[in-house]
């Protein structure tokens, strides 16, 4: 995987399985459309059908928007769908403070997990400038 191909066509496609839930937008970077998808099962499973059509154009959008660099985007979403609530995407960031608030309180109640869901990609490319700028 080249760096900038920060998003998995693969993962998108698995996380479109669960998309009438939203699982795919917010994995490319998608929060509003992803939040709806969840409050609406996938616009009543008309919009998720469509996404399956849809999903490679999101997957370069997302590509062309996130900043590649050390941190594995896909890895990073794997980490907070399914082990948000210990805090493990956090640990992987290399957020420690958090990545144990998150463990000793179910992902801060759930309301971090929802943060990170609407932010985790913006968190991932910030922190691959910021050791870019270190770096000059």
């Known amino acids: 995987m080249h760096s900038d191909d920060t998003h998995s066509k693969v993962v998108g496609y698995l996380l479109w399985l669960f998309g009438f839930l939203g699982a795919h937008r917010f994995y490319y970077g998608k929060p509003v459309t992803g939040t709806i998808w969840f409050l609406t099962l996938g616009l009543f499973f008309i919009g998720w ?3 399956l059509f849809l999903i490679p ?5 997302a590509d062309l928007r996130f900043r590649g660099g050390p941190t594995n ?7 907070l ?3 948000g609530v210990f805090g ?5 960031m290399g957020k420690w403070v958090t990545g144990i608030i998150y463990l000793l309180t179910g992902g ?3 309301i971090g997990i929802l943060y990170d869901f609407w932010t ?3 968190q991932i490319s910030l922190k691959h400038s910021d050791s870019l700028e270190s770096v000059r």
């Open 73 to 79: 985007y896909t890895l990073a979403w794997v980490l």
């Open 108 to 110: 801060l109640f759930l």
């Open 57 to 61: 154009s999101m997957d370069r959008e």
């Open 88 to 92: 493990l995407h956090r640990f992987y």
């Open 81 to 83: 769908t399914f082990l």
């Open 120 to 122: 985790l990609n913006d």
């Open 49 to 51: 059908i469509i996404d």
